[in-house]
């Protein structure tokens, strides 16, 4: 499959492709709030719901039958590293809100985890061919560790807004918080903008 280079989105927000307070690692870290969750691909399901035409709900094939992307992206994790040149496959947001036929009322989304993490971002954040469903890495399935098997990534936004494990998402009509939103991380979560906390 193809790879699209966007890590040259850095140019919309900034002057430099590293955000400022950030180091460049060739690491990988895992951060996650507790234990890796375990799957059954039989009983997986991927939910969309809130304000939609119609409700979704997605099996595991039909979830990986949808339209998929190969991007190459960069990383930036909040506590201070970036990684540079990770290659993601999945399915565009834009791609799965289509379906689903988003009211004109909706502004913001809410993802959902196995983990019962949640985290949430503007609707206009998320509308962008960059925010994928990642079920691919370099190659390979994406590694449990890093939210296999599918996880959000936001190449635009501090990572702890790609939920792993990601199981879910709401579309709403008035602004919720999710984890670390309620926890003082911030909502717009823009790097270049060092906008680390609320
Ligand atoms: N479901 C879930 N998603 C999550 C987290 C988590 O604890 N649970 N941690 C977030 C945080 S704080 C970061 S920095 C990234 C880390 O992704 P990684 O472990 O693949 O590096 O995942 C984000 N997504
Ligand atoms: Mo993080």
Known sequence: MPVTDVTDLYEEFGDERLPPGQHETSDFPVLSKGNTPTWDPENWSFRVSGAVDEELELS??????????????DFH?????????CD??????????ERAGV???????????LDDYTTDLPLE????????????????????????PLRVVTPHKYAYKGAKWVCGIEFLTEPER???EKRGYSVTADP???DRYS
């Open 77 to 85: 994790c909040v506590t201070g590293w970036s990684r540079f040149d």
């Open 103 to 113: 009211h004109d009322d909706a502004c913001h989304v809410m993802f959902t985890a």
């Open 88 to 97: 993601f496959t999945g399915v565009t947001f834009p791609e799965l809100a």
């Open 178 to 180: 999710g984890f670390w």
């Open 60 to 73: 595991w094939d039909e979830f990986t039958d949808l339209p998929s992307v190969t991007q190459r992206q």
């Open 125 to 148: 954040d998320c509308m962008r061919e960059e925010v994928l469903f990642a079920y691919g890495f370099d190659g390979d399935d994406l590694p449990a560790e890093h939210g296999g």
């Open 192 to 194: 270049w903008a060092e």
